[in-house]
């Protein structure tokens, strides 16, 4: 997923007085310390520290202490609240600087800068956007409590940088050659745009339906499934009558697409840019397909009270995407992760109540089609006649030379209507893009501000009515007992229609009316069933009122949690852990037995021992996607080719490799069991013919790729996990970045199990019975320099699914504390 970088693709502006030689040569003494410190960090962990070490600072009120524990997590425990903030920003930025930089550059499209043309085009899509502008609008409106909160998180960032002479900065910015300027409120505004557009982006979902608008509806509809037999709405039922259903997708038909062939080659490279860079900073959610929460109220606990889990998923990086912190100061004590250059925590607990996050992922983008006068091509059509479009001109620093210190400026223009800025061009055809995350108001400061500080669900739900950014299911567990849900976001009403498809942007039918009210977004308090369960899937009935989306994830995986949780009485810390670890696949499952009965159905096996060896494989596997199966490799690529060949024959070649829709793996589920006649390929006579020639396909490609030997055709080798840095592939100096790759457990895409692999990004399990029993962890360890022991060293514990004790208490923290700083005010 990620570009490779090499030093002839790095143009980023050094610095003056270091060389390419010397930065070389430093990277080669830096490998070789970080090989001994990788060394160390296997050794059994140090005793904890005796004394406290002092560090003045300039800028703190009071004294403020940091312990470490054996994973080097911060506890940081402050006299007020504004000094608590700068020493999150002090240590998180010591921890993680150069991430922290990569995030804000990535945000404010301004890679090329340290990239070169490498990321010219990614900058390109940001500044279109307009993120940088945004960010600083969100910073200057912020109410003057979260303006206090940034404003001192960006002072102890700037302390730290202050501290470092160049040869004390991180790696990257000494291989790179530049230092990190201040930071400030609004970069941690722009960092929370990269997770708007990595959780929110549904535009190209949206053209790419638009432009197969001449396939028959019952194609159309079965291309693009909304619904499954398996669906577990969390909110209203299926039971749906006229009063309630959602808005039909009443609106004028726009003219034909000019440029159908050319529009989706330019889509697929914006979606190609867009992926990578979200993936160079660990954002990347396949499908917006990003996380499992859930949460079981006491009866169904053997402790009485509530437990809460969440895993995240997005695409894995090094260092890793979340950070653990503790924090407490008068009226606050709160655990959990945040974002290297967020204040405050996401996801964790307090000591009253515990929150998780999953991705809900309405439909919060809207495509106008918009009509530009060929004569004066700044001109655009709107209901009260031509009007002229905003031009906004970005100019984006671009370094010439890996050694050498010069940048020059490419001038990139953005032409702004109305609706938003134009986001493609193709010909004659123009699109502009509506999007909740342009809106200076759209901010989470705000809320999670108040929700790290929520006592009850009534203050939660306060909370969360200031919650702007990308829409998400929260689920919510309480001391009192309570558990609940609230899908929380902003979430527009459209004068007409849904924003499935694009809008005549000349007319007035796509304006938005307003959002959902915040009271009628869906939620629910202690259900019945004592269980609630998200995992990206339809979480609301059709006798919901309001339109969300057309665009879900696969239920799979929420069905599958549902069945383990269910199937127990009393459930334990424990038994959460095997749920966060299962890797059962159940369209896996689906595609295999079924490929095995028609298989033997048609006498395949009968005639050919390669199958009969493929069907006996299907049958005895468990469905486990486990890395040495050997089942659902052959199931995967099998299922692949048939995949392929189906979507050859209903809309060619061309549109079937640009055709991508989330749920797709619920059409394909039902075509494997159905077999209807109307899908088989006309040149097959039977399904049976079809999976015989996907059969001999997937064998072949199996051979070709891996040799003859099928015993080395295992799960775990065809997608091996890898947690990437943007250095890793600069020869030489990226060598302290890499860590080796390693067989993948579980998955995603078509099989996703519970377990998604390598994109699970951090696991909690929140017990509320005793916070001090919570256990949390992330992928890789809490700090981003490869020399230090906490680069990896919570590894071993993600690849088995066992998430460590995370204290809380005041008791517990104290007993766990390995290292203590005491940040001292610095006398003036």
Do not use: C
């Not at 800028?59 to 000094?83: F, M, S, W």
């Not at 910015?173 to 960092?191: E, K, M, N």
């Not at 407490?328 to 998780?356: F, K, Q, Y």
């Not at 869906?522 to 019945?528: A, F, I, L, N, T």
Request: charged share 25%; net charge positive; glycine share 8%.
């Amino acid at each position: 997923m990620h570009a490779p970088l090499t030093l002839s693709a790095l143009r980023i502006h050094p610095m003056k007085t270091t060389s390419l030689f010397a930065r070389l040569t430093l990277a080669l003494s830096f490998f070789l310390s970080a090989f001994t410190q990788h060394a160390a960090a296997q050794a059994p962990a140090a005793r904890p520290q005796a004394e406290a070490v002092m560090v003045r600072l300039a800028g703190l009120k009071q004294a403020v202490k940091v312990r470490r524990d054996e994973r080097g997590v911060p506890y940081i425990e402050a006299g007020d609240e504004t000094d608590l903030y700068f020493a999150q920003g002090y240590v998180t930025a010591s921890d993680r600087l150069w991430q922290m930089d990569l995030m804000r550059r990535t945000a404010r499209g301004e890679l090329s800068e340290i990239f070169g043309r490498a990321t010219l085009e990614d900058d390109k899509r940001r500044r279109a956007y307009g993120f940088a502008q945004v960010a600083e609008a969100s910073a200057a409106q912020a109410d003057p409590r979260s303006r206090a909160v940034m404003e001192a998180y960006a002072r102890g960032v700037n302390a730290y940088i202050d501290s470092l002479d160049d040869k004390r900065l991180p790696l990257e910015f000494q291989i790179l050659g530049y230092r990190p300027r201040h930071w400030t409120p609004a970069d941690s505004a722009a960092v929370g745009k990269n997770f708007a557009e990595a959780l929110s982006t549904t535009w190209p979902l949206d053209l790419a339906r638009g432009l197969l608008a001449d396939l028959p509806a019952d194609k159309a509809a079965a291309l693009f499934p909304e619904t499954s037999p398996l669906d577990l709405p969390v909110v209203g039922n299926d039971k749906t009558d006229r009063k309630s259903a959602p808005p039909a997708r009443t609106r004028s038909a726009l003219p034909p697409v000019t440029h159908t062939a050319e529009l989706l080659v330019e889509l697929a490279s914006i979606q190609e840019v867009e992926a990578r860079t979200r993936a160079r900073v660990g954002l990347f959610a396949e499908e917006l397909a990003a996380s499992n929460n859930w949460v079981v109220s006491g009866k169904r606990t053997a402790s009485g009270k509530p437990l809460l889990a969440n895993d995240p998923h997005l695409a894995p990086s090094a260092p890793s995407i979340w950070y653990m912190v503790h924090l407490s100061a008068p009226g606050l004590r709160v655990a959990g992760v945040t974002a290297a250059g967020a204040p405050g925590v996401i996801i964790g607990h307090n000591e009253r109540i515990a929150w998780g996050m999953t991705n809900l992922g309405p439909d919060v983008q809207d495509l106008y089609r918009e009509k530009f006068d060929p004569a004066s091509p700044r001109k655009y059509m709107t209901p009260a006649g031509w009007r002229d479009a905003e031009v906004r001109r970005e100019e984006i620093k671009v370094r010439k030379s890996p050694a050498g210190t010069e940048t020059e400026v490419v001038a990139h223009e953005v032409l702004v209507t109305r609706h938003g800025p134009v986001v493609l061009q193709r010909g004659g055809d123009s699109y502009a893009l509506r999007w909740t995350a342009l809106s200076p108001s759209a901010t989470e400061f705000t809320a999670f501000y108040k929700l790290n500080r929520a006592r009850n669900w009534k203050e939660f739900q306060e909370a969360l009515k200031d919650y702007g950014g990308a829409t998400q299911n929260f689920v919510y567990a309480d001391v009192g007992g309570h558990i609940g849900y609230y899908g929380a976001g902003l979430i527009p009403v459209r004068a007409s229609g849904d924003g499935s498809l694009p809008y005549d942007g000349s007319k007035d039918e796509g304006e938005w009316k307003g959002f959902i009210p915040f009271a009628e977004l869906p939620h629910v308090y202690d259900p019945p069933s004592g269980i609630i369960v998200t995992a990206n899937n339809r979480v609301t009935g059709t006798s919901y009122p309001h339109f969300l989306t057309r665009v879900w994830a696969p239920p799979t995986r929420a069905r599958r949690i549902y069945d383990l949780l269910s199937a127990k009485q009393k459930l334990t810390a424990d038994d959460f852990r095997a749920v966060l670890g299962d890797a059962y696949t159940i369209s896996g499952v689906t595609f295999a037995r079924e490929a095995a009965k028609v298989a033997r159905a048609a006498g395949l096996d009968a005639k050919d021992g390669k199958w009969r060896e493929t069907v006996r494989l299907f049958e005895a596997w468990d469905g486990q996607l486990t890395p040495d199966a050997r089942a659902p490799r052959l199931a995967v690529e099998m299922s692949g080719v048939f995949r392929r060949k189906i979507l050859e024959a209903a809309l060619g070649a061309e549109r079937a490799a640009q055709y991508r829709w989330p749920a797709s793996a619920n059409l394909f589920d039902r075509l494997i069991q159905e077999r209807p006649a109307g899908w088989l390929p006309k040149e097959f006579a039977t399904y049976a013919d079809l999976l015989d020639a996907a059969h001999k396909e997937t064998r072949d490609a199996l051979a070709k790729a891996f040799g003859a030997d099928e015993t080395k055709w295992t799960w775990g080798v065809r997608l091996p996990v890898n947690f990437p840095h943007p250095l890793a592939n600069v020869p030489g100096a990226g060598e302290p970045f890499k860590l080796a790759p390693f067989p993948q457990r579980g998955g995603g895409g078509l099989f996703a199990a519970p377990n998604v692999g390598a994109g699970v990004s951090m696991r909690l399990i929140a017990d509320v019975s005793d916070w001090d029993k919570t256990q949390q962890g992330i992928a890789l360890g809490v700090s981003g320099d490869p020399r230090s022991p906490h680069w990896q060293d919570q590894l071993a514990d993600w690849r088995a699914s066992t998430p460590r004790v995370f204290p809380f208490t005041a008791g517990a923290v104290a007993r766990a504390a390995y290292l203590t700083h005491v940040l001292e005010p610095k006398p003036r």
